[in-house]
């Protein structure tokens, strides 16, 4: 019988290397990182942060979407949403034949994934942020093949908000609650009867909801506030007496661990320090490869730079979350897609200010600057980088030749 669900590719990565290198490398990128993560063109020097672009859950995701293609091509190939959150990524395999499935109008089918044309002779990929269980339960139904990309990172949180709901623990979730990762996320509290979840945006959403666990508070306000962001069933009353912490894997370490604090520090005051064990847990989610991109930022602005730039998609919380860590140590940072943001005849930059959704545009934005820091999200590919690099020399009248 032929097997449907696949999650260790098909041993398939010489037979697409010529294409992802012809899709993703960037000899430029390369001579960076040979030259000390730095490049000097004219009055500009380039630095690059130790740990950019491409982690390893996205190149896994990325390399088994290209060798699906390769496994199966006469078969009709499907995506659920976005294998990441980069446009020139999906755009390639769109080029490919992949056909994208998305959400239909919440009016329609509850928001639902639309699965009503894939039948069992089709091919559909998980992309790595996964999909919820219900969706995952679907397919299977269906049974089509499955390739699952999620990444490992994601699993690691899925168990232990599992764990959390097989131990009669409510699993507070720091992510945005439209967010593909974290619908899955919170997906998983299902696994057990019972099992409940609440999602938090930032601090000021913990507080609302640690005042109620401290006894302050209105019910009606918190439960307006987080109505999509709550299991189905959600007593604000009993499910808050004993708590998990997890979070987005992309989201700004920092933040989430301050979270965590606040959420203990509510439980000890309104239980006593001596029972938090009944009622807290928390466990670092935040995956390495987001981590090590944040540091890499720290480490780098030991140095003094005239400005940041942040390259990757604007619907990537990771990368939001770089630039928002290189704006909190006072450095000027622009969040950019890639390379076309950067108009040269105009001397503009297009970009996606820190807390905001929508684009501005900058003019005169290089001004006097010599020294430009350069990092990238987890799911940008180095070509992106290296032609930011050569279309922000050609603004500064530079020469540079893009490799």
């Known amino acids: 019988m032929e097997s449907t669900y696949f999650r260790r590719g098909f041993g398939l990565k010489a037979a697409i290397e010529g294409q992802r290198t012809a899709d993703y490398h960037s000899g430029t990128v390369e001579a960076m990182r040979a030259n000390g993560n730095t490049l000097t063109a004219g009055r500009l020097t380039f630095r690059l942060a130790q ?20 496994k199966f091509p006469d078969r009709r190939l499907f995506l659920v949403g976005e294998i990441i959150h980069n446009p020139h990524v999906n755009a390639n395999l769109a080029r490919m034949g992949v056909t994208f499935l998305h959400r239909a109008a919440a009016g329609l089918t509850g928001g ?12 559909v990929i998980i992309p790595a942020f996964g999909v919820t269980m219900r969706d995952f339960q679907r397919l299977r139904d269906i049974g089509c093949i499955v390739v699952d990309t999620t990444c490992g990172s994601v699993l690691n949180v899925w168990k232990r908000v599992e764990s959390y709901a097989r ?5 507070i979730i720091h992510g945005k609650h439209y967010h593909e ?9 299902s696994r057990h009867p019972g099992g409940r979840h609440l999602i938090v945006f930032d601090m000021t ?6 005042d109620w ?3 302050r508070g209105d019910e009606g306000a918190l439960r307006a506030r987080f109505s999509q962001a709550i299991s189905e069933g959600f007593d604000f009353h009993a499910d808050l007496a004993r708590i998990g912490v997890a979070n987005q894997t992309t989201m700004l370490s920092g933040e989430s661990l301050a979270i965590a604090a606040e959420f203990r520090a509510a439980l000890a005051r309104r239980y006593g320090d001596e029972h938090i064990g009944e009622h807290f847990r928390s466990f670092d989610t935040i995956c390495s490869a987001t981590q090590e991109r944040q540091d890499a930022i720290v480490q ?3 140095s003094p730079i005239d400005l940041m730039l942040v390259i990757g998609g604007y619907n990537s919380s990771n990368t939001c979350a770089l630039a928002a860590l290189a704006q909190s140590r006072g450095v000027r940072a622009y969040h950019i897609e890639d390379a076309d943001n950067v108009d040269v005849a105009a001397g503009a930059i297009r970009h996606q200010p ?7 545009v900058e003019v005169g934005w290089l001004g006097a600057a010599t020294v430009i820091g350069v990092t990238a999200g987890a799911s940008t590919p180095n070509n992106k980088i290296g032609e930011t690099v050569a279309r922000v020399c050609e603004t500064a009248g530079e020469p540079f030749v893009l490799v």
């Open 51 to 70: 740990e950019f672009g491409f982690c390893y859950g996205v190149d896994r995701a990325v390399d088994y979407a290209y060798e699906t293609r390769a």
């Open 112 to 123: 639902e994934f639309d699965f009503s044309g894939i039948t069992a002779d089709d091919v």
């Open 167 to 171: 131990d009669g623990f409510t699993s």
């Open 181 to 189: 990762e974290t619908k899955a996320t919170a997906s998983q509290v």
């Open 205 to 210: 959403e913990t507080r609302l909801v640690c």
């Open 213 to 215: 666990i401290e006894g």
């Open 300 to 302: 780098m602005l030991d």
């Open 354 to 360: 820190v807390g905001s959704k929508v684009e501005q």
